[in-house]
């Protein structure tokens, strides 16, 4: 007897049926799953010609992002302010040992990608705190979560502080509107903040769906694009000329202050690669995903990311020397001894807050919905839940205004924020999962698991280390 019944290969349909549905990348993919299984049963049973449920056809339907689009969503999410931090830390590093460490630094973040992907497409985990939970249970879903959350909202913090900083001035630079205007109620860094935050990023926040936010993160991209090849043109043109100091190439030593900088660096430098949190929803707006398709997303993205890296890193520091400020933007206040140097100055230091001010509500909506999955797990997808969106939003951004105006510097902000999440997210929880779900499906070579091991023991030491240093610094700052 015939039947309207077409056989579907079970995998490729219900992931299929996940990315179509509407509440995909909810944070919340248990309600997801029921939906999309009675829709497979309503579907099977209804003898109909007309419902194709064929791979192809489920394809065809689905815009998903090639490649480049891929490596695209994946570079936004690594390249943020962190970036403003690095010629700081060539300063504390040293011109040779800094660059070597942006390349090592990369790699090993790119080592726990693969592995992150890898373990994702075998338990079939739609985001983080899954794939933790199919390791190590709840709980440790629940720990991730909450690490994704600090380190989001550390990320907003420091973007804006960098605003602040940039748009109203410090103690020892003049910003933006002074410059324009000269003194006036622009020069309280907390009023310009709270300002650039109820008229510009409140109103792109409050919007529910992320691709929403599609080409804002095309521009910031852009502005981020901007300031690198301008930094790195007025690095250059001055090296040729001779106007820039020798760079030292190794630490220093000589201090007590140098030798805490440079324990408390490596975190830095370590929260300036981790995107691992935004990898699953990437992943499944892939295109043909599979893991080897992955993989070579997140190789091209390392790749642009250490090039961009070390430009900024090099031209910040040949330009400022032993001057250079933990947030390099602030830097550009004075002339930098060229043509057009006014009107550079202008192009960097504005086009990077338009960068920050268009990528902030990329990074808070990931917050948002982790904040949202934590705290409501099982209700509705907060896009059913405008009451309850528009809560979270200002409540969240009333918590990131207050952090930015308690923590002094992006340094401070970077040293713990580094030292904690950062290295848990993108280096220990991988490790971890790694070493726990090597045992199943094709498992881990003895390469791959001597470099679990490896990054695990470093991500450890890094985390006490700095977390020492950082506690050790403050309380001398403070005598």
């Known amino acids: 007897m015939e039947s309207g019944y077409i056989p579907v290969p079970e995998e490729s349909f219900v992931e299929l049926q996940l990315q179509d549905h509407r509440y995909y990348g909810s944070q919340n993919p248990t309600l997801s799953q029921k939906e999309a299984s009675s829709k497979l049963i309503h579907n099977l049973g209804t003898d109909d010609n007309d419902q194709d449920l064929s791979p192809d056809k489920l394809h065809k339907e689905n815009a998903n992002s090639g ?20 010629p700081a830390t060539m300063k504390v590093l040293g011109l040779f040992v800094g660059v070597i460490l942006i390349f090592l630094m990369g790699i090993l973040s790119e080592i726990s990608v693969e592995l992150l992907v890898r373990f994702t497409v075998q338990s079939k985990a739609l985001s983080y705190g899954e794939v933790v939970q199919h390791a190590f249970g709840k709980p440790a879903r629940i720990l991730s979560e909450i690490c994704i959350i600090l380190n989001n909202a550390g990320v907003l913090v420091v973007y804006l502080i960098i605003i602040g900083d940039v748009m109203s001035g410090s103690l020892n630079h003049v910003g933006v509107f002074d410059q324009w205007l000269g003194n006036g109620f622009w020069d309280h860094r907390k009023l310009v903040i709270l300002i650039v935050m109820i008229l510009f990023l409140a109103p792109l926040c409050v919007l529910d769906r992320i691709d929403s936010l599609s080409v804002t993160s095309a521009a910031s991209v852009a502005l981020a694009v901007v300031f690198v090849v301008v930094a790195f043109v007025v690095a250059l043109i001055k090296l040729v000329r001779g106007e820039t100091e020798t760079p030292r190439m190794t630490p220093n030593f000589g201090s007590e202050k140098t030798i805490l900088d440079l324990l408390v660096v490596i975190p830095i430098m370590s929260n300036a690669f981790v995107c691992h949190f935004n990898l699953q929803p990437i992943y499944n707006e892939l295109e043909g995903r599979s893991p080897q398709k992955m993989n070579r997303v997140g190789r091209i993205t390392t790749v642009l990311c250490i090039m961009v890296y070390c430009s900024t890193a090099i031209s910040g520091y040949l330009l400022f020397g032993e001057d250079t400020e933990s947030d390099v933007l602030t830097n550009f206040d004075k002339p930098l001894g ?29 917050l948002r919905q982790t904040v949202d999955a934590l705290a409501f797990d099982g209700s509705a997808p907060l896009q059913e839940s405008r009451q309850r969106c528009l809560a979270l939003t200002f409540t969240l951004l009333a918590v990131i205004y207050l952090g930015s105006t308690a923590i002094p510097s992006i340094w401070t902000a970077f040293k713990f924020t580094g030292a904690t999440t950062a290295v848990s997210l993108g280096y220990t929880f991988p490790a971890l999962i790694a070493l726990k ?11 791959e698991r001597f470099l679990s091991w ?3 023991c470093l991500a450890l030491i890094v985390s006490v ?10 309380q001398t700052d403070s005598e």
């Open 67 to 86: 490649t480049y689009g891929a490596v695209f969503n994946l570079t936004t999410t690594v390249i943020g302010a962190g970036i403003m931090a690095l």
């Open 338 to 366: 060229m043509e057009f140097s006014t009107i550079l100055n202008y192009i960097v230091r504005v086009g990077y807050i338009l960068h920050l001010v268009l990528v902030f509500p990329v990074i808070h909506f990931s």
């Open 437 to 447: 779900l090597g045992s199943q499906g094709s498992g881990l070579s003895s390469r």
């Open 454 to 456: 490896l990054m695990l």
């Open 465 to 474: 280390v700095g977390v020492i240093s950082n506690i050790y610094s403050l």
